[in-house]
């Protein structure tokens, strides 16, 4: 039979993949080998696998991460699943390359400024806004500003104009919210960087633009001021840096569920929690699990029941997955899971650049039940 097979040395050889590296992606059932000598555990693969082995050599040339890799190779021919698979890969790393663009960009401003500190002036931008839309993605963030008093950085919401969107901010390290705000056009110069309104005044400017029509924002030069009716509100924002949220915004997800939301806050709410000292700073807290059922479906099992075969489940932090569920009040959510230690996306159906993440909680039955 082994006249019929590749030994591993072989299929090494021939793909560029070191035998470690072939050992390696048995282990973690992405490329079993056809045939394992009882006596001797040597592997030996079939002649079919030599094509599956060199697709994956060059799916980890561009950086596939290992759920993605076996996907492509675990997908049924003609169901189109490989290709979304490095579609979406792909299209992660033109996000990257852009952010790198944007950094580079920044880069170049500061080393002028710091070349030639007498000419060098902050820029400051000017904005007409549309207030109920402003309200809504304040709104749609402010559930997760951090409260924290030793990150100063993240006591805000982040203000960033991308094209012609501003874009809102806020983290606390467990959990994300973003949504976007259309701008008529985009604007022709932008601040060096994001602005980082302070929480008091971000709760401030939602006041403001309660019954408004439009705003005018001023961002820059080292505070921030909002116009409306007749009105304004105007303070001083940090001169510090926000950390870069774009990479944890770039999920692969296994499963896409719509699913209403009272529907959903209903099965959180009566729903079996399990108490684990997973809360920020060390704090217990009751924790969620969410399970697509090998049939499409979401369910809420109980946090320490273990999982059925075929499904695909997530841990979070029970009273943030609410909040996260009144943020913006939807009536319609879109649930991604990628499994146990990949984070949580909540969207809204028709809003893109609005969405929040929930960090995992890592329930040691469910990590196991993958690897």
Request: charged share 20%.
């Amino acid at each position: 039979m082994e006249s019929d097979l590749h030994s591993i040395g072989e299929l090494a050889r021939a793909t560029g993949l070191g035998v470690g590296t072939l050992r390696y992606y048995d282990g973690a059932d992405v490329l079993a080998p056809a045939h394992v000598d009882p006596q001797t555990g040597y592997r030996w693969y079939g002649p079919r696998q030599l094509a599956d082995a060199r697709l994956l050599a060059r799916l980890r040339r561009v950086g596939l991460p290992l759920a993605g890799i076996r996907a492509v190779l675990g997908a049924a021919p003609g169901s189109g699943a490989a290709h979304r698979v490095v579609d979406a890969h792909l299209r992660r790393l033109e996000d990257g390359l852009a952010d790198a663009r944007r950094e580079l960009s920044l880069i170049r401003t500061l080393i002028d400024q710091r070349e030639n500190p007498m000419t060098a002036a902050p820029a400051e931008l000017r904005l007409t806004v549309p207030a109920p839309a402003l309200a809504a993605a304040l709104d749609a963030v402010r559930f997760a500003v951090c409260a924290d008093p030793e990150l100063p950085v993240l006591a805000g919401v982040l203000f960033e104009v991308d094209g012609a969107a501003l874009r809102l901010v806020a983290t606390d390290r467990y959990r994300m919210a973003l949504a976007e705000v259309p701008l008529p056009a985009a604007p022709d110069t932008v601040p060096q960087a994001g602005t980082i309104v302070p929480t008091a005044l971000a709760d401030a400017l939602r006041a403001l633009l309660t019954g408004a029509a439009e705003a005018e924002l001023t961002l820059g030069s080292g505070l921030v001021r909002a116009e409306t009716g007749g009105h304004r509100i105007e303070g001083a924002v940090p001169d510090l840096d926000y950390p870069d949220y774009r990479a944890l915004t770039r999920l692969d997800p296994l499963h896409r569920v719509d699913v209403p939301a009272a529907d959903l806050r209903g099965a959180v709410e009566s729903g079996v929690t399990r108490t684990l000292p997973s809360g920020p700073n060390g704090a217990d807290c009751a924790v969620t699990v969410l399970a697509v059922t090998p049939d499409g479906r979401l369910a809420v099992p109980p946090a320490d029941a273990a999982p059925t075969p075929g499904e695909v489940r997530v841990a979070v932090n029970r009273n943030f997955l609410l909040e996260a569920l009144d943020a913006g009040r939807p009536d319609q959510l879109v649930l991604e899971l990628g499994g146990p230690i990949a984070p949580l996306a909540i969207r809204t159906p028709g809003r893109d650049g609005t969405f929040s993440m929930l960090m995992p909680i890592r329930v040691p039955e469910l990590v196991r039940s993958t690897e």
